[in-house]
């Protein structure tokens, strides 16, 4: 793997492939993500069983970013991607073919361009 500086500006700090922010500036990240989220039940869904063990079936199933794979790179996931959000469709919340294992920098470009 591939050692890359942290994304955030003038961190010193560096990230391995499929990591764009280094361990302190992904908590920050995160907890502004988290921040963002205002849906209650949407919340509360990520911190449900049937949600956390769908979650490990899928990255054990796909261990590798299926976005960087289609440009014949080989970065380990990290994260689960609803491809139809949870907010649209609640039923399809649970249903393994709608989701996409990603690492996190391809996560960013997905919710970045769906806010454009």
């Not at 063990?53 to 689960?80: E, F, G, M, N, Y």
Request: glycine share 2%; net charge positive.
């Amino acid at each position: 793997m591939r050692a890359k500086r942290c994304a955030h500006p003038n961190c010193p700090n560096h990230v391995l492939d499929g990591k764009s922010r280094c361990d302190k500036h992904r908590k920050d990240n995160h907890q502004y993500y988290k921040g963002m989220r205002t849906d209650e039940k949407e919340q509360a869904f990520y911190k449900t069983g049937a949600w956390v063990r769908l979650r490990i079936s899928k990255l054990s199933r796909d261990p590798l970013c299926q976005v960087c794979l289609k440009d014949d790179k080989l970065t380990i996931a990290t994260l689960c991607h609803h491809i139809t959000p949870v907010k649209r469709d609640w039923t399809k919340r649970l249903n393994i073919s709608n989701l996409m294992s990603v690492c996190d920098r391809c996560h960013n470009k997905i919710h970045k361009s769906m806010n454009d």
